[in-house]
């Protein structure tokens, strides 16, 4: 594992030097800085410290694990390949996710998987193992967003108007979640014997890597929400 210590590097020249590196990498005293691992496709790369915004931006396969937390925009536009945060996040994680996973160990900020779209067999998942704030899934296309509310912090498990503009992909809730106030054109409903099948499917690997018991994450409610067949925004975005 190639080290790269990050001390005093500006954004520009970290990722020069993760550039010129063909083999696994480990950042250490990371500090901020931007666009860490931006379109890579081939490299393992462990960050020590906080990356700053746009964490594997346009991520094209590489395995990105971060060993504390991360600032805004997180997997934007990410095409494929995996980013792993053992702590919270910022705002806007997975802005426009077409592939990959985003697994989260703590919370999200606001507008957590903002346009996240699917393409063909390309289906990106989002897992958040906190909370998250405003606006989430807003204009969703496609793919699967899940959080978890591990933690009980004694706020609800998402913020205000979540799923606006919903109209496409999936979104699930741990809990009953009767307090939260979904716009019209999206169901809401609880999870069946089907969907907590497919949440097995999703979770195993969040479970071992965070270390959570699977079985106990599962053995709650689950809120499964998902656009309406009569949405107006369907219209919109998607082509009939």
Known sequence: MFLIDATGLDHKKLNEKLGSVKESCTITDCLGQRFIGAGMSD???VIEGIPGNALGAYLNGADITVSGNAQDAVGDTMNDGRIVVFGNI????????????????GNAGYRAGIHMKA?????????????????????QAGG???????????????????????????????????EIRF????TAVPAGKNEIDEL????????????FDLEKVLDSPFTVVTPDSKNPYRQMYVAN
């Open 200 to 211: 097995r499917g999703y979770l195993t690997e969040f479970c071992d890597i965070f270390e």
């Open 144 to 178: 699967i967003i899940i959080v978890l509310d591990l933690y009980g912090e004694g706020r609800p498990i998402v913020g205000n108007y979540p799923c606006t503009g919903m109209h496409g992909g999936k979104l699930f809730l741990r809990g009953e979640c009767k």
């Open 119 to 139: 393409y063909k067999e390309k289906v990106p998942l989002m897992i958040i193992g906190g909370k998250t704030g405003s606006f989430l899934g807003e204009y």
């Open 183 to 186: 716009p019209d054109q999206v």
């Open 43 to 45: 490299k393992n790369i």
């Open 90 to 105: 910022g705002d806007a994680a997975g802005y426009a996710m077409r592939g990959g996973k985003l697994l989260i160990k």
